[in-house]
């Protein structure tokens, strides 16, 4: 990378630096993630002010610095206005924002992340509220996908064995694990123990009360038939009635991501309010 640079980039986070600055952080097409100064773009005239926003594409022309690099010049060629005109697409978008940070890298090419990311924005976009939340979900899984951390949805993880939702059963269920990647077949899973000394005794815990996130989670026949479909290219089209699973598989995939990416997802703390307040499809 020479001293000056183009680079085609999304803004994924941003915050003041100094008097006027922003420092952002940019996921580009050729370079991966950069973080580099915006110089002067909180002033109220600046030509950086509103390309300096969140989700907003610039091809850029940056300065490479010891530390930090500096904008120079910024054209943006796309935006996604509607995302920030109801909370509850913002934070959807925020939540694919903070996976792709989880697995961006620097000093290379990260177009595979970079089309899917816009790809997922896109959709929610242009997606009615209602749909907000499946298309988070398929985003969501899509990203762990491209990571190489998908969970296994189509096989038993220690078996090896094919597992096919049982719709004739209404009791049916199977058991998603998160420390093991996803589906067991086993009915009962052991738990984890661990003995203390305190005192001069010994005392016994039991790990997976202090660790929720490493229990399993237990689906039924529509649940698991719509993880399967998840990484197909468009949602998976469910029966009348069954649309409220939605909310269910968001807690799964989040559980599973924060595990596995072994960082929180802060933008999901808002989820669950922005959903209360959905509007109903008349």
Known sequence: MSQTYKATGINLKGMPMG????????LTFEFGLIRAIAPGARKAKSSLGGRSGLFVVNELLVVKGRSLDKII????????????????????????AELALCQALSNGS???????????????EASSLNLTLP???????????????APQVQHCCRTGKAIAPNF?????????????????????????FQVKESGGSYQVRNLAKKSPQTQAFSLNASQLWTLQHLAGPELPKLEQGTENLWPSLEHL???????HFDRPIRAATLMEPCLANLPKDP
Request: glycine letters at 4%.
């Open 168 to 192: 004739q059963d209404p009791q049916w269920q199977i058991q998603f694990n998160i420390a093991s990647g996803g589906l067991v077949s086993q009915e009962k899973e052991p738990q984890a």
């Open 19 to 26: 008097e006027s600055d922003r420092l952002l952080t940019v």
């Open 135 to 149: 298309h988070l979900i398929q985003g969501t899984f899509h990203l762990l996908a491209l990571a190489g951390i």
């Open 110 to 124: 990260q177009s595979d992340l970079y089309d899917l990311l816009l790809l997922h924005l896109d959709r929610l």
């Open 73 to 96: 010049q910024a054209q943006t060629i796309k935006s996604y206005p509607k995302l920030s005109q109801h909370l509850l697409k913002l934070t959807a978008s925020q939540y694919l």
């Open 253 to 259: 995939l989040r559980a599973y991501a924060q595990y």
